[in-house]
T-cell receptor
């Protein structure tokens, strides 16, 4: 069955550095991949979507790459700030259906001042 | 638009009681999703609807769980009877699907359910 994995440990980085989060998947080829941010006590908030035929997407300080050969997406936050501290989730369409959205376990990011 | 609205925000109940969670999606959105989030299992998809029709309920844990969408602006998730292991945060999300891929999901604030 399909499996989605993200950085297994929480990520702590210094303010101003680039944070890089990974999302790996197995056993299928998703049509798209999304990244969400979740703050404590809140629902996830959409950040970026990248399709299988796109290599890279940018939005302000955020950059997402999608390597369908490696079955991996990288999510970068440049010039990180303490306000970027949150849990980041990747989401993919399920092999069962393009419109069935399933999530990875998430990575907790802490940006230290 | 006010976004996806869920109620109640918190629910505390005793084992064996019926629990009903409610969701109002964003107007005009075709899709509605119910997820459950726990520390151990993360964000699990329970069921999703397209144009008020249930498409996939394979994530519903067991027959104690049921979901309905009687119209485009309202959905319920019911647990009867509830058990302590049902304790979790339940999220509702809606999206404007393209029919080929699903665009971004908009989540509600969730219902924190505690079954004692």
């Amino acid at each position: 069955s399909q499996k989605i994995e993200q950085n297994s440990e929480a990520l702590n980085i210094q303010e101003g550095k680039t944070a890089t989060l990974t999302c790996n998947y197995t056993n299928y080829s998703p049509a798209y991949l999304q990244w969400y941010r979740q703050d404590p006590g809140r629902g996830p908030v959409f950040l970026l979507l990248i399709r299988e035929n796109e290599k890279e997407k940018r939005k302000e300080r955020l950059k997402v790459t999608f390597d369908t050969t490696l079955k991996q997406s990288l999510f970068h936050i440049t010039a990180s700030q303490p306000a970027d501290s949150a849990t980041y989730l990747c989401a993919l369409d399920s092999p069962a259906a393009y419109d069935k959205v399933i999530f990875g376990p998430g990575t907790s990011l802490s940006v230290i001042p | 638009d006010a976004g996806v609205i869920q109620s109640p925000r918190h629910e505390v109940t005793e084992m064996g009681q019926e629990v009903t969670l409610r969701c109002k999606p964003i107007s005009g959105h075709d899709y509605l999703f119910w997820y459950r989030q726990t520390m151990m299992r993360g964000l699990e998809l329970l069921i999703y609807f397209n144009n008020n029709v249930p498409i996939d309920d394979s994530g519903m844990p067991e027959d104690r769980f049921s979901a309905k969408m009687p119209n485009a602006s309202f959905s319920t998730l019911k647990i009867q009877p509830s058990e302590p292991r049902d304790s979790a945060v339940y999220f509702c999300a809606s999206s404007l699907g393209t029919g080929v891929t699903n665009e971004k999901l908009f989540f509600g604030s969730g219902t924190q359910l505690s079954v004692l």
